[in-house]
Nanobody, 124 residues
Framework: QLQLKESGGGSVQAGGSLRLSCAHS????????MAWFRQAPGKEREGVAQ???????NFADSVKGRFTISRDNAKNTLYLQMNNLKLEDTAMYYC??????????????????WGQGTQVTVSE
């Protein structure tokens, strides 16, 4: 059972930065696939970024050029660096893990494990 726990959320002014972390039990190997999602009130859950076992990444158009996804296997941690935050980035952010490798960098939320989320609030 893979356990995920997000941290690093908070309140920030527009244009600021935050780094989210997702600590997890050991999870490596050729089938590695992790992602960040977000859900704003009244909106559907949205895939933000994915990373696969070769450190290939994919981002939603809304965050390209502003967000970076990375991982530190030694620390069993996934990161989401968020720069130039906008009001519309306000949401609960979730990390997710374990999806078929051939789907990893594609849209979709068929992940087997999810964290409980961390809130990000961007204000003017």
């Amino acid at each position: 059972q893979l356990q995920l726990k997000e941290s690093g959320g908070g309140s920030v002014q527009a244009g600021g930065s935050l780094r989210l972390s997702c600590a997890h039990s050991q999870y490596t190997g050729s089938n590695y696939c992790m992602a960040w999602f977000r859900q704003a009130p009244g909106k559907e859950r949205e895939g933000v970024a994915q990373i696969d076992s070769d450190d290939n990444t994919n981002f939603a158009d809304s965050v390209k050029g502003r967000f970076t996804i990375s991982r530190d296997n030694a620390k069993n941690t996934l990161y989401l660096q968020m720069n130039n935050l906008k009001l519309e980035d306000t949401a609960m952010y979730y990390c997710a893990a374990d999806r078929p490798a051939d789907l990893c960098l594609t849209p979709g939320d068929e992940y087997n494990y999810w964290g409980q989320g961390t809130q990000v609030t961007v204000s003017e």
